[in-house]
């Protein structure tokens, strides 16, 4: 199975911040990753597909890179609503594994 | 507006199957470019992708509950449905249906059922 490593597990930001959460995979897997926004008590809501494509009502303050094993989710301006946990995903190989999660909080 | 909900037991004994149904409304699971798709997430913890069907029935699980997993489509009723056999506690999670957009992300979820096991 393809290993998928985030960091920071946990962050701690302010409304305004620019925060960059990265995901490693432990081996290629090209472009096929997707992002992933989850709030307490909700199912997980898709934010970028393919590394770097905006999922449509998606706000265009998150933005995706990278491309092989290493990935990032950039949010330039936190808004209060975007504090959450996020979940990287690959769907290069089955199983389609998951990252273990950043939790975003407010500082 | 596409949407999908998961109906099932709450609460399954330990040895016995969960079984849950996702049905699709406001569109057809019979379509090339996606996939039906099951992912659990254990109370605090993460998500676990355990497996999913396109309409022609190919199915996809993950090796870590292959041999307990059935995952199974009926088009007629635009429904999924999950099988897990021989569940123990920690089968305990909030079970979520979605449609996966081929290798590009699940982009339509249900909300979660929660299914607990428990004598």
């Known amino acids: 199975d393809i290993q998928l490593t985030q960091s920071p597990s946990f962050l701690s930001a302010s409304v305004g911040d620019r925060v960059t959460i990265t995901c490693r995979a432990s081996q290629g897997i090209s472009n096929y990753l997707a992002w992933y926004q989850q709030k307490p008590g909700k199912a997980p809501q898709l934010l970028i597909y393919?590394?770097?494509t905006l999922q449509s009502g998606v706000p265009s303050r998150f933005s995706g890179s990278g491309s092989g094993t290493e990935f990032t989710l950039t949010i330039s301006s936190l808004q209060p609503e975007d504090f959450a946990t996020f979940y990287c995903?690959?769907?290069?190989?089955?199983?389609?594994?998951f990252g273990q999660g950043t939790k975003l909080e407010i500082k | 507006q596409l949407q999908l909900q998961e109906s099932g037991p709450g609460l399954v004994k330990p040895s016995e199957t969960l079984s849950l149904t996702c049905t699709v409304s406001?569109?057809?699971?019979?379509?090339?470019?996606?996939?039906c798709g099951w992912i659990r997430q254990p109370p605090g913890k993460g998500l676990e992708w355990i497996g999913s069907?396109?309409?022609?029935?190919?199915?996809y699980y993950n090796p870590s509950l292959k041999s307990r997993v059935t995952i199974s489509v009926d088009t007629s009723k635009n429904q999924f449905s999950l099988k897990l056999s021989s569940v123990t506690a920690a089968d305990t999670a909030v079970y979520y249906c979605?449609?996966?957009?081929?290798?590009?992300?699940?982009?339509?979820w249900g909300q979660g059922t929660l299914v607990t096991v428990s004598s």
């Open positions: 069907i396109y309409y022609s029935g190919s199915t």
């Open positions: 979605a449609r996966q957009h081929r290798q590009l992300g699940h982009d339509y």
């Open positions: 393919a590394a770097s």
């Open positions: 406001g569109g057809s699971i019979s379509s090339t470019s996606y996939y």
């Open positions: 995903q690959q769907l290069n190989s089955y199983p389609y594994t």
